[in-house]
C-alpha cells in the first residue's frame, strides 16, 4: 500500500531508536550505580562485562514482546499519544519482568537489583520521549513534502464531509484532496481516474449507496490508488465503530468499551489498593460520620440502595444514612432535592460534602463498583431514562464509580442528564489509566463538595 510504506520506515526508525534506548538505559543504569554511585543505596563493585553479557537476552526480550504486542503494526490510523505511552509501558513492564525471570535462571552472577529498578525507571522516561521526538521529526518531514498523495472521496454518507474536512485541516498527512463524487457519477470517476493519478479512494456511502458499494468497487480494479471503506453505521452511533475478525470476516462492534483485556487487571489493582488505602488512612473520619448518624435520628447507620452496575447487574449500593427511616414509604421512588425534609441535619451535611458516598469503597472492594466510572442508578429509574435518554444503556458497559467524568465536569444533582450521560459515554469510549488518575486528582477539587449535590 503506497501510504503504510511511509508507516512502514516509520516504524522501522520507532523499532531502530526504542531498542537503541533499551540499550542505553541498561549501560546508563549500571554506570548511575556503579561508577557515579548517585542514587547507590549501598556501596558495592561490579563489572560492566556482566552487565554485557546480559544485553542480548534484555534485547531479545523486549523485541518479541514488542513485536507480538503490534506497537510496530503499520497502522494508517494514528494512536492518540496517550494510547501509544500506554501500550509501551504495558509492554516494557512485560518485558522487564520476562528478562529479569529469565536472567536469574540462566547467569549465577548476582545482579544488582537496585540497577534493575533505575533501567526500569529510565526506560519508562526515554521511550516515550523518543517517540515523541521521531512523531515531530515525521510531522515536520510530511508538512514540508511536496509530494502529495492524491485521494479523492467517492459518496454522499454523513462522514465523507468530516473526512474532507480531517484531510484538509491536515498538512501532516501528506495528503491532498483531489476531487469528491458521487455514487452516480460512474463514468466520470472512470474518466478522472484515467486522467488524473490517485494514490488513495475512499468510499463513504449512505444508507441507500450502501448496497451499490460492491459495483463501485468494480469500476475500480484497474486502479493502483489505496481503497478504504468507511461503512455505514447509522446517522447516530455512540462509540467509535471497532473492528474484531472473526475467523476471517471482519465485523465492526458498535457499543464496545475500550476497557479490556490488561486494562480490566490494572483498574481492578488499583481499585483494590486505592479503596484499602483510602480505608485505611480516613478511617477517623468514618468513625465521626457514623456516630452523627447514629445520633441524627433512629435508624442504621448504613443504607442499602438497590441500584444497576455492569451488564445491568444490580446490587445493593452502601451509603452513610441521610433520610430518616422509611422516608419512601408515602412518596415512592423520588428524585432528592433541595431542601428535602426526608433528609436530617446529618444527612444533608453528609451529602453536601459526599461524605454519605464513603461506604462505597466497600462495593468496590467486594466488585460490584469502580473507584473511577459513571454514577450508579436505581433500576426503576434506569427503566425510564432508557426510553428517554438515547445511548443511556450503554453507561453500563463498565462498572459504575464512586466518581466520574460528568461529577468533575459539575454534572450531578438536579442538573441535565443528556449532559451527563454524554460525559459518562466520553469516559467510557476513551477510558484510559491516566484519565482515571485525572479524575481522582480533581475530584477534591472539583467533585466532593458542589452546590447541586443534595
Same mark, same amino acid.
Given at each position: 500500500?503506497?501510504? $503504510?510504506?511511509?508507516?512502514?520506515?516509520?516504524?522501522?526508525?520507532?523499532?531502530?531508536?526504542?531498542?537503541?534506548?533499551?540499550?542505553?538505559?541498561?549501560?546508563?543504569?549500571?554506570?548511575?550505580?556503579?561508577?557515579?554511585?548517585?542514587?547507590?543505596?549501598?556501596?558495592?563493585?561490579? %563489572?560492566?562485562?556482566?552487565?554485557?553479557?546480559?544485553?542480548?537476552?534484555?534485547? @531479545?526480550?523486549?523485541?518479541?514482546?514488542?513485536?507480538? &504486542?503490534? +506497537?510496530?503494526?503499520?497502522?494508517?490510523?494514528?494512536?492518540? +499519544?496517550?494510547?501509544?505511552?500506554?501500550?509501551?509501558?504495558?509492554?516494557?513492564?512485560?518485558?522487564?519482568?520476562?528478562?529479569?525471570?529469565? %536472567?536469574?535462571?540462566?547467569?549465577?552472577?548476582?545482579?544488582?537489583?537496585?540497577?534493575?529498578?533505575?533501567?526500569?525507571?529510565?526506560?519508562?522516561?526515554?521511550?516515550? +520521549?523518543?517517540?515523541?521526538?521521531?512523531?515531530?521529526?515525521?510531522?515536520?518531514?510530511?508538512?514540508?513534502?511536496?509530494?502529495?498523495?492524491?485521494?479523492?472521496?467517492?459518496?454522499?454518507?454523513?462522514?465523507? @464531509?468530516?473526512?474532507?474536512?480531517? +484531510?484538509?485541516?491536515?498538512?501532516?498527512? !501528506?495528503?491532498?484532496?483531489?476531487?469528491?463524487?458521487?455514487?452516480?457519477?460512474?463514468?466520470?470517476?472512470?474518466?478522472?481516474?484515467?486522467?488524473?493519478?490517485?494514490?488513495?479512494?475512499?468510499?463513504?456511502?449512505?444508507?441507500?449507496?450502501?448496497?451499490?458499494?460492491?459495483?463501485?468497487?468494480?469500476?475500480?480494479?484497474?486502479?493502483?490508488?489505496?481503497?478504504?471503506?468507511?461503512?455505514?453505521?447509522?446517522?447516530?452511533?455512540?462509540?467509535?465503530?471497532?473492528?474484531?475478525?472473526?475467523?476471517?470476516?471482519?465485523?465492526?462492534?458498535?457499543? $464496545?468499551?475500550?476497557?479490556?483485556?490488561?486494562?480490566?487487571?490494572?483498574?481492578?489493582?488499583?481499585?483494590?489498593?486505592? &479503596?484499602?488505602?483510602?480505608?485505611?488512612?480516613?478511617?477517623?473520619?468514618?468513625?465521626?460520620?457514623?456516630?452523627?448518624?447514629?445520633?441524627? %435520628?433512629?435508624?442504621?447507620?448504613?443504607?442499602?440502595?438497590?441500584?444497576?452496575?455492569?451488564?445491568?447487574?444490580?446490587? !445493593?449500593?452502601?451509603?452513610?444514612?441521610?433520610?430518616?427511616?422509611?422516608?419512601?414509604?408515602?412518596?415512592?421512588?423520588?428524585?432528592?432535592?433541595?431542601?428535602?425534609?426526608? @433528609?436530617?441535619?446529618?444527612?444533608?451535611?453528609?451529602?453536601?460534602?459526599?461524605?454519605?458516598?464513603?461506604?462505597?469503597?466497600?462495593?468496590?472492594?467486594?466488585?460490584?463498583?469502580?473507584?473511577?466510572?459513571?454514577?450508579?442508578?436505581?433500576?426503576?429509574?434506569?427503566?425510564?431514562?432508557?426510553?428517554?435518554?438515547?445511548?443511556?444503556?450503554?453507561?453500563?458497559?463498565?462498572?459504575?464509580?464512586?466518581?466520574?467524568?460528568?461529577?468533575?465536569?459539575?454534572?450531578?444533582?438536579?442538573?441535565?442528564?443528556?449532559?451527563?450521560?454524554?460525559?459518562?459515554?466520553?469516559?467510557?469510549?476513551?477510558?484510559?489509566?491516566?484519565?482515571?488518575?485525572?479524575?481522582?486528582?480533581?475530584?477534591?477539587?472539583?467533585?466532593?463538595?458542589?452546590? !447541586?449535590?443534595?
Amino acid at each position: 500500500m503506497i501510504i $503504510s510504506r511511509h508507516v512502514e520506515k516509520l516504524n522501522i526508525y520507532r523499532a531502530i531508536l526504542d531498542f537503541a534506548i533499551i540499550a542505553f538505559s541498561w549501560i546508563f543504569a549500571f554506570v548511575l550505580r556503579f561508577n557515579f554511585e548517585i542514587i547507590a543505596l549501598t556501596k558495592g563493585s561490579d %563489572s560492566l562485562f556482566n552487565y554485557l553479557k546480559l544485553l542480548p537476552i534484555l534485547i @531479545t526480550c523486549y523485541f518479541f514482546i514488542f513485536l507480538s &504486542s503490534g +506497537i510496530y503494526k503499520k497502522n494508517l490510523i494514528k494512536k492518540k +499519544i496517550w494510547e501509544e505511552n500506554y501500550l509501551l509501558t504495558k509492554q516494557h513492564t512485560i518485558s522487564f519482568f520476562i528478562f529479569v525471570t529469565l %536472567s536469574y535462571f540462566i547467569y549465577d552472577h548476582r545482579y544488582s537489583r537496585f540497577t534493575l529498578v533505575i533501567f526500569f525507571v529510565l526506560v519508562l522516561i526515554f521511550l516515550p +520521549i523518543g517517540r515523541s521526538i521521531i512523531r515531530k521529526l515525521n510531522r515536520l518531514y510530511l508538512k514540508h513534502s511536496k509530494n502529495k498523495k492524491n485521494a479523492i472521496i467517492i459518496g454522499e454518507g454523513p462522514n465523507s @464531509t468530516s473526512l474532507a474536512k480531517i +484531510i484538509q485541516s491536515h498538512s501532516d498527512w !501528506n495528503l491532498k484532496l483531489a476531487a469528491t463524487h458521487s455514487f452516480s457519477e460512474i463514468t466520470a470517476i472512470d474518466d478522472y481516474l484515467r486522467k488524473t493519478p490517485v494514490n488513495l479512494i475512499f468510499i463513504v456511502p449512505n444508507a441507500k449507496e450502501t448496497i451499490k458499494v460492491n459495483e463501485i468497487y468494480k469500476h475500480l480494479d484497474k486502479s493502483l490508488a489505496d481503497i478504504f471503506l468507511i461503512p455505514y453505521t447509522g446517522e447516530k452511533t455512540f462509540f467509535s465503530p471497532n473492528p474484531i475478525q472473526f475467523d476471517g470476516i471482519t465485523a465492526l462492534s458498535l457499543n $464496545s468499551s475500550q476497557l479490556h483485556s490488561f486494562g480490566l487487571i490494572l483498574k481492578r489493582m488499583f481499585d483494590i489498593c486505592f &479503596s484499602l488505602l483510602f480505608l485505611l488512612c480516613f478511617s477517623p473520619i468514618y468513625l465521626i460520620c457514623a456516630i452523627l448518624v447514629r445520633i441524627s %435520628s433512629p435508624g442504621p447507620i448504613f443504607f442499602k440502595q438497590e441500584r444497576m452496575g455492569l451488564d445491568g447487574k444490580k446490587f !445493593n449500593c452502601l451509603k452513610f444514612r441521610g433520610m430518616f427511616v422509611d422516608a419512601e414509604a408515602k412518596s415512592g421512588p423520588v428524585w432528592a432535592k433541595s431542601n428535602d425534609n426526608r @433528609t436530617t441535619s446529618v444527612g444533608k451535611w453528609l451529602r453536601k460534602t459526599s461524605l454519605d458516598e464513603i461506604p462505597q469503597f466497600i462495593n468496590v472492594l467486594k466488585g460490584e463498583m469502580s473507584v473511577v466510572g459513571p454514577r450508579p442508578e436505581r433500576p426503576v429509574f434506569v427503566d425510564d431514562f432508557k426510553e428517554q435518554i438515547p445511548g443511556y444503556l450503554l453507561r453500563h458497559k463498565v462498572k459504575a464509580g464512586i466518581t466520574g467524568w460528568a461529577q468533575i465536569n459539575g454534572w450531578r444533582g438536579n442538573t441535565s442528564l443528556e449532559k451527563r450521560i454524554e460525559c459518562d459515554l466520553w469516559y467510557i469510549q476513551n477510558w484510559n489509566f491516566w484519565l482515571d488518575m485525572k479524575i481522582v486528582l480533581l475530584t477534591p477539587l472539583k467533585g466532593l463538595i458542589h452546590p !447541586n449535590a443534595y
